[in-house]
């Protein structure tokens, strides 16, 4: 299991400079006001994996407005061994270390972080579009086939060309040319996700029940991106005069979503808001059991606010739920009594960006 042993925020949103240590991996509650600076903790672990924000596309609003650079660490304990991460902004340049050495990629860091996080944001997994939905399950797809990065970017950069060669009205055997090689990526990303939402939707389908009863039949389903029984290859070349039309490439692995159905429905359609958040949180949680089980990883759970988002009985089963997945926690709350955790539990008040 990956956890946090040692954590260091600086520069980061109303936090004045944490430094924070993990003797072991009991769930870990961060109290305090509205405003106190929970989220940031959070957003800051998140950001050191992920390179993104869970909460805000613009990176400079996430840096102190006093100070010039945000910069995160952690100590990470995974299944490769002992991993020290890195995570620096100045002036809009990135800068990221690991072990010691500059790391070119997010995606090094991400793959010796895995981190899960469930806010009030999480709900756009259901109800945007399929983006949202083809990131969560690539997420699941990387660490499960770590060749499945390389595909996806051989396929995104592909995609472009095709893409920019349809924009700028090159003929037709000059756009065709890049088929071969998006459909080799293509064949790669598919088999990937097609492997771990197989697997994932079996998760789902047996612990979705533990979580809610109103989640007792629901299934998940891939949904390639074009016609399950076209060729991929003649789709293209058939569609390249509409493609040209358009400007841009129909179908793909591009095009990918995943389909959420309860009692014989869209189960968009027939949820309540509170039920679709508990789904977005099931999802979440499969995806940390899954990964226990198939790679003996689980990622870390990051749980914003779950009063806010839970009645007091549901709460209640996700916390009864969470020792299963063997996993690292961190929660986040303005009250300590709305989430009853045990004894091992470790507690941090927050007050005005401080820690107490
Ligand atoms: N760039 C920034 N520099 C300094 N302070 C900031 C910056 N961005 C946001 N803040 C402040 O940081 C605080 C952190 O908010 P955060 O969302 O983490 O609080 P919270 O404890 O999660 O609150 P809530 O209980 O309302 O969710 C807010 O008071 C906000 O005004
Ligand atoms: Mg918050």
Redesign the pocket.
Known sequence: MAHISRLTLMGL??LASIELTFENTAPVLIT?A???????ILEGIHLLASGRSFRESRLQ?????QADQVTLFAEVENRQGSQQLGWQRHKSETQLRLNGENARAQAELAWHLPVQIFSPESHDLLINGPSERRRFCDWGAFYQHPPFLLAWRHYQHALRQRNHALRQGAPDKEVALWHQPLWQAAEQVDAARQDYCTALSATVATFAPQISDSLSDISLSYHRGWKAEEDLLDTWTQQLEHDRQLGYTQAGPHRADLKLRSQGRDALSIFSRGQQKLLALTLMLSQAKLLSESINESPILLLD?LPAELDAAHRQRVLAVLPQLNTQVFL?A?DANSLPLNAMSQHWQ?NQGRLE
């Open positions: 949103r109303n305090g509205n405003g106190a600076g929970k989220t940031a609003r996430l840096q102190q407005w606010d986040t303005t927050l």
